[in-house]
Every structure is written in structure tokens, then in C-alpha cells.
DNA sequence: CGATAGTTTGATATCCTTCAAAACCTGTGG
DNA sequence: CCACAGGTTTTGAAGGATATCAAACTATCG
């Protein structure tokens, strides 16, 4: 892929060596992908951070037609953004790893259009708005990185409609998953093609829009192939490489690797 | 529906009275509902309307890969946000209606992940960086309700997702229908329950993730049952309570006659 | 150790696609 | 004014991908 990705990645390990080892900035690891932070900008984020309380699996962070008080920084587990249908059904709409810190904008919109749960036990800072407004106030550099980070998920967003709109199962959830491997590289939480994956298969389904029982027999088709291991939550990936090729996978949606123009 | 959108819409056609009809200024309309906008910012968009010309249709305004160089005013005509598939498939992202101001913000990012072309010939006000970047600098305000905007556009899209992924494909085209009704009646052109809709069966199909002949067959169906007339582009919704009704459309993920908080 | 959530399996049904061709508009040039 | 071309809509038949239903299996956790 992109080969400035390791340069990059690189460039940012340094970045968190220089740091504390106590605090893991992942969030500045990833922002650091494209802006150039200053220490005082990094120390910031680090306060984030140490406001992090833990909290179970499956909480809903906040519903849907709640009126938004806090943005909110995931520092470990995995989250989600979803919506209900009056039918029961679910759909999935984004995807929240750690060192994402959502919704720091969200303070226009009066009222929550969908609803954030954990997916796994996780810590979580929750930053009220005050704090948000404050930071952007100080430093312009941070309100651009996050203006950025809106920007790609709304990328990423536009790239799951091509996604369940016009490809098979097997590249539904090939496509996926290279995307998350991605993602997860760039917060260094990857060992060589392997993450550790917690979705379940009927959160995969409500992604990729799916039934859990297709996504089932997706995912033994894959094994088969050797694509994939592991039967329960916990996936790993054996071969990005060719996850990417099948699902033909494009990673300038992610905009990594891209500075400002 | 919220009932406030009534209300709202006097409110707005107040504000379109007040200014010279000479120029239709549809984004000040859009944005009034969310903002309130001084006269000096009313000016300020009348100035980027001055600017318009005429396109023919199916145009390419900017293509994949592009580095993002403008922000573009459409005063009239539709457009829509594409992204093409290796095997040939199109899948549309999003619509742009008259009176939508798209991508303020995009020169963030390095590249453009998706291509914009006109669906019917328009008048298109090419605005250039700089132009952008001193209106946010002398109108909080007016950089306030875009960033608003840009949220409203990422809703739009998570909406989208949960109509593809988990609705029929009658329900996914009676949802579009209804998001495009409200759409057009927020910048006032709309007639009862009619609008201009000239969309071909192809451009709905792919939006919603179908074949152009299921799509067919779909329309077919809802002429049937009265909810729509008129055969080739053009349609009129005849019924959209009803419309909505099948669909469960829950007008919400729009943020209309939402003030902020 | 039972309870619960998640995974797997098989059989059947259906929605939607694919392919192929005809009919229909709309604009264009002779 | 007609003929023709190209895009759009329509129709039919057949096939395939995915859903649905029901039930067994299997981890994990308190």
C-alpha cells in the first residue's frame, strides 16, 4: 500500500518514545499522522487521557435523541456508532478504536442522531464541552487535526456505502477487515498481519449488512482459504495482502499519510 | 413530521422576502435554518452566487484523485458525489441539491477519495481557497453553520448506510424519495407534495445499492399504489405522508429546526 | 455446573440479479 | 419533416446470492 505508511509510522513511534511511557498517547499517534503537534499539544491530549475511567462491555455510551454534553476518547477497547430500525434491526455505522476521540464537534447538532456502545470492556475519558472549546481556542493546530479527523470519517463513511452497496459478502467483510487492520496499524496495535479482532459475528453482520449466519459461512469460506484464524471473537488475520487484493482494496479513503496541502 | 418545520419554513421565507429577490439566494435559506446569519453574511453568499455559470449535465467537476483546489456554490441543477468500483460500478454517495455549498472544509485533506459530477446542466460558482478561508475569518457565524453543514452531510450518510444495509428495496427507494422531498421543500422548491426529481433509474439504482431494472420494477410498483406519477425523469411524489409512513421515515438524522444548543 | 451468548449446520424460500431484447423518448442532422 | 442514433425505460425468463427458520453445538462466566 501507500509505501509513506511505514515512513510514517516511524516517524511516529518516535513521537510516543519521546514521551512519557506511562501515558499511552495513541490518540497523538494517530493525529501526528497528519499534523504536526507540539509538545504543549501533545501534553494537552495527555490530560485527556488521565480522565480515562473504565467501564463493561456492551454500555451505551449515549443514545440516540440524547442532546450531546461530552466528546469522548477511547484510550483501550472498541466502540461503535449505531441506529435501530423500528423493525429490531441494527445497523452499524462506524467503528470507534482505540485513540479515536469522537465527536469533538458534535456540540452543533441540538440532538444525537444514533447511538455509541462499547463493544468490549473498555477506558473511556469523557470531556465535557468546555474543555473541547477551550482546546480549540488554544491551539489552532489541534482544531485542524480534528476537523481532519471528521473529515476522514466522513471517508470512511462514503466508502462503507460502496461497500455494502456494491460488493459481494466475501469482499463486504474482506474489505473490512483490511480496513481495520489499517486502522489499527496506525494506533500500533497490530503484530506483523495479525490484530486482535472483538467483533462478534452478528456485529459484523450489522456492518457489512448482513445476516450473522451468511457472515458465518463468509468467514469459514476464508479460513479455508487461510485468509483468516480463529473461530471465536478474536480473529486474526493471516494475509492482508491478499485480503486487500480480493477486496480490492483502496487505502486513500483512510487519508494517511497526507499532509495538509 | 416535526412540526417545527413549518414553523421553520416561514421563518426562512421571511428571511428570502427581506432580501432582493434578484438573486435567489437558496444557501442563505438552508442555512438560515440552523444559523442566524446577519445581513452582512446574507451578502457575503450572494457574492459567491454572483459568480455562478452555466455547465452542461454530466459534467465532472472534480474527479478521484484530484487535489482539492475549489469549493463549489450550486445555484442550480443537481450534482452528486460518486465513486467508481474496478469492475465499472458506480456507487453515488451523496446528492447535491441547489443551494448546497460542498466541501468548504475540503482543503484539509490532500485528495479527493470520491468525484463530483453534475447530474442535470447547472449553474456551478467555482470558489477558491482563499475565498473560503476569509469568509471563516470574518464570519464565525457563517464558519459555524458550514461546520454545521458538514456534520448534517455525515448524518446523511449514516442514514444512508442503515437504508442499504438493512431495507427492502421498495422501502430503500421510498426513504430516498422522502430525504429528497425535504430536502428540496428546505430550500423552498417543492409544490405540495411534487418536486422536480431528475433522477434516472439508473442514478436511483445506483444509490441505493440495486440494478437499474429492479429499480424498474420498484417504480412500477409504487405508481400502482399512487404513491408516485410520471414515467421518465421527472417524477412527481404524489402521497408523501405515505411515503414516509412505509418507509418509517424518521425525519430526524436531517437536523432541521435545530438551533444550536 | 447451569445459564447465556456466540457459533455452526441444514433445508427451504425469496429477493434481487443477470441476460437478452424490445419499446420508447428526445434530440440532431439531413 | 423525417429518419436515425443514443440514452432510457420496459418486459420476460432463469439463475444465484442471501435470508429465514429451526435446532444442535460450544465456549465462557458467575
Redesign the interface.
Known amino acids: 500500500m501507500t509505501c509513506g505508511v511505514f515512513a510514517q509510522l516511524a516517524h511516529v513511534r518516535a513521537i510516543e518514545a519521546e514521551q512519557s511511557s506511562r501515558v499511552q498517547n495513541l490518540l497523538a499517534m494517530k493525529l501526528a499522522g497528519f499534523a504536526d503537534l507540539s509538545v504543549c499539544d501533545i501534553h494537552r491530549l495527555d490530560a485527556f487521557h488521565a480522565e480515562a475511567r473504565s467501564y463493561p462491555a456492551k454500555l451505551d455510551l449515549i443514545r440516540e ?1 440524547d ?2 454534553e461530552v466528546a469522548m476518547l477511547l484510550c483501550s477497547g472498541w466502540a461503535c ?1 449505531y ?1 435501530v ?2 423493525d429490531g ?3 452499524i ?2 467503528f470507534l478504536l482505540p485513540g479515536d476521540l469522537c465527536d469533538p ?7 444525537m ?2 447511538a455509541i456502545a462499547l463493544l468490549t470492556a473498555a477506558k473511556v475519558a469523557l470531556i465535557p464541552r468546555t474543555k473541547i472549546v477551550q482546546m480549540f481556542e488554544e491551539s489552532p493546530a489541534l482544531a ?1 487535526a480534528f ?2 479527523s ?6 470512511i ?6 461497500n ?4 459481494n459478502a466475501f469482499d463486504r467483510v474482506a474489505h473490512l477487515f483490511a480496513e481495520l487492520w489499517l486502522r489499527m496499524r496506525a494506533v500500533g496495535l497490530t503484530s506483523g498481519g495479525a490484530f486482535d479482532c472483538p467483533l462478534t459475528q452478528a456485529d459484523i453482520a ?1 456492518t ?2 448482513l445476516t450473522a449466519i451468511h457472515v458465518n459461512r463468509t468467514l469459514q469460506d476464508m479460513r479455508c482459504q487461510g485468509l483468516i484464524a480463529g473461530r471465536r471473537s478474536g480473529f486474526v488475520i493471516l494475509d492482508v495482502p491478499r485480503l486487500m487484493e480480493v477486496s ?1 482494496f483502496e487505502p ?2 483512510l ?1 494517511f499519510d ?4
Open positions: 435523541g442532546r450531546p456508532r441506529k430500525l423500528p434491526g441494527r445497523q455505522v462506524a464537534h458534535v456540540f452543533l447538532l441540538k440532538e442522531d444514533h485542524r476537523w481532519w471528521t473529515l476522514v470519517d466522513g471517508s463513511l462514503r466508502e462503507w456505502l460502496v455494502i452497496g456494491r460488493r450489522d457489512v449488512g480490492r486513500n479513503y487519508h497526507r499532509r495538509y496541502g
